[in-house]
């Protein structure tokens, strides 16, 4: 009986997440294993884009810079502007998160924790794990 449930549960699933092409339906929340490398330098550290959808990319950069902030603007990745509290990010690899506009915005996250620093004050720690998420 339990082999039935089973089988039953994963025909059920693989259906439902099939569309009439055949793509599957998950890639409206895509977290992807691929793991992109970008950047030159000697500090290599790890970085996280989660979009509104949860769409997570992921990156190993490789940097001379010495702050997160400063390897991510050279390399194009992020886009802000000067505030009294550092560089207030509104832009991730494209996509706009604009507290004025929407009440979302991109909270910045070092090894996990809600960071202390903006990304243009927290100096790169080799192997550190950073991360871009959009949050309301």
């Known amino acids: 009986v339990i082999l039935v449930l089973i089988a039953a549960m994963a025909l059920c699933m693989t259906a439902c997440n099939e569309t009439k092409d055949g793509a599957s339906s998950a890639s409206t ?3 992807t294993d691929t793991v992109k490398e970008i950047g030159e330098g000697a500090t290599k550290f790890s970085l996280s884009i989660i979009d509104g959808e949860g769409n997570e990319q992921k990156y190993n950069v490789s940097t001379d810079e010495k702050t997160v902030g400063a390897a991510l603007l050279k390399l194009g990745v992020i886009e802000g502007d000067d505030g009294p509290y550092g560089l207030y990010i509104k832009k991730v690899n494209g996509i706009i998160a604009d507290y004025d506009t929407d009440g979302t915005y991109w909270s910045f996250y070092v090894d996990g924790a809600y960071a202390s620093k903006s990304a243009d004050q927290t ?14």
């Open 29 to 31: 929340l895509t977290v």
């Open 123 to 136: 100096e790169i720690t080799a192997g550190g794990e950073y991360s871009f998420k959009v949050e309301k």
